[in-house]
């Protein structure tokens, strides 16, 4: 401010329009003047230069980046690791942002993607909602040894996002960050909306900004199903009784994103879950949090509906589930882009939502026999009137459209993927198996 000082002292200096000169806009003729009368000063040179190069840098900053790498500083330490991450084994392979890298599905997707030979980029911002020291291994032990590199980052932190965007120019976005878990919308509403509507927004606005938009592929879930009765579940029954606020967020994000599809031609597949387990699980679910409590002796709460009625879950193992996600990818369409911005819209996007889940449901009740016979050790059961907190009576996929669209064909049953669960779990917290038959 200082250094325009002298120069703005000068606009007192401005003779008023007498009707001798030709009418001129103030700030032209300030500009005309003094180049006229004092343009031979040095002093008075130096302050145009420093004012013109204000007025440069000032018209730079204020313009959107085009430019990759311009305005990079959150990532710039990290960019070489980045774009090595990013980098794919062959010309031909996708690279692909991962969301929720360290997450449960995120590790195991982002590790399947980079062995097979894509770029993979991980974002995660370790949330606290269960062991962070989980999240940490999956790092450690899945992560870096595929040589898969996490951004340690928000989704709603729109600078960090576009930095990204411009560092990295990705094919794909597997967006699996969100809040998850049915019941802990009682406990904490707010983190629903913040993550799977506001971040999914987000992360929306970034794909769509992108020089080259990707193709978006994302976690939607069989929640949105709520209480249908008809089974199987199949996408073209109505989803618009939510039970959970997790639900309602999840089909709000469906909606966005057919709206984005339809405004920015972004092409987008939307995954419905069922029950996802297996290895480097989440323990805030039902299998993961019983294994525990019976190891540990203490007791577990069987949910059952009204007149003793079974609930069940259409559970589906990790694997299945991951080479779904990889193949809604390779299957996935280019986003034609809005027209926008000089750019040429392609026509229609691609819009897809699909059921990805095991279709042959099994009863909690079952679920706790086997993990009694593979621990080895007698559960102690109580049986409970399945809250209203958000629980459904039962999920059963139709994954017809999944095999047409993906080629996707389950192949685990639920006894074999608890047993690689159990396995896992018995190492990775270094239980001895004691049995108490
Ligand atoms: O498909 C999904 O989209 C969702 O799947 C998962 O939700 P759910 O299918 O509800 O799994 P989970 O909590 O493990 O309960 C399993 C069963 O145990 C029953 N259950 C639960 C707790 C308890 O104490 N007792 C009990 O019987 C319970 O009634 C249920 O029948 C994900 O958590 C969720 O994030 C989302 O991805």
Redesign the pocket.
Known sequence: MTALKPILNHIDTIPPNTGKFKPVKPSVYFIHHRLRFHTSSPKCALWWIIFLSLIIMLFFLSQPSTTPHLHTTMLSSKSTLIRLSATPRSTRGHIVLVTGAVGFVGAHASVALKRRGDGVVGLDNYNPYYDVGLKTSRKTQLLDRAGVFVVKGDINDDVLLRELFDLVQFTHVLHLAAQ????YAMIDPSSYIKSNIDGFVNVLEAAKNAVVPPAIVWAS???VYGLNSKVPFSEQDRTDHPVSL?AATKKAGEAIAHAYNHIHGLSITGLR????YGPWG?P????FFFTKDILNRKQ????EGENHGT???DFTYIDDVVKGCLSAIDTAKKSTGNGRNGRKKKGEAQFRIINLGNTSPVS?HKLVMLLEKLLKVKAKKKMVL?PRNG?VPF?HADISLARMELGYKPSVDLETGLRKFVKWYLDYYDVKKKSSW
Do not use: H, K, L, W
């Open positions: 998850a878990g049915v019941r879930s069989s929640s997790y879950f069922f029950t996802v989440r805030d679910m039902a299998y577990i709460s069987i949910f609930i069940a879950r909690v399945m629980d999920t």
